[in-house]
């Protein structure tokens, strides 16, 4: 089994900064990618930051320059670091992590963690 937790939200004003992390744990045989999303209330949950053919990175066009994704594959974690947060980030954002398990080496299944709240006050 497989266990992805994000941490690090919590309330912050207008132009602040938060650092989430994303730790995935559990019988991982090997992580093929690990991507933020966020949902705000009412919408669609979408990509925030991710990477691409393992190392590249991709950002929605409304948090580039401000928000970045990094990793430390030794500790199957990936953080976001968002700067001058903005009202309209206010959302859930979740982790999710595509994994391949010792039971399953061959398959890879994408897990959600349980998500963390984000809220930026004006």
Not at 10 to 15: C, D, I, K, P
Not at 52 to 69: E, L
Not at 104 to 117: A, E, L, R, S
Request: with cysteine.
């Amino acid at each position: 089994q497989v266990q992805v937790v994000e941490s690090g939200g919590g309330l912050v004003q207008a132009g602040g900064s938060l650092r989430l992390s994303c730790a995935a744990s559990g019988s991982i045989f090997k992580i093929n990618d690990m991507d933020w999303y966020r949902q705000a209330p009412g919408k669609q949950r979408d990509l925030v930051a991710g990477f691409t053919s393992g190392a590249v990175t991709t950002y929605a066009d409304s948090v580039k320059g401000r928000f970045t994704i990094s990793r430390d594959n030794a500790k199957n974690t990936v953080y976001l670091q968002m700067n001058n947060l903005k009202p309209e980030d206010t959302a859930v954002y979740y982790c999710n992590a595509i994994v391949a398990t010792h039971a399953n080496p061959y398959k890879y299944t994408m897990y959600w963690g349980q998500g963390t709240q984000v809220t930026v006050s004006s």
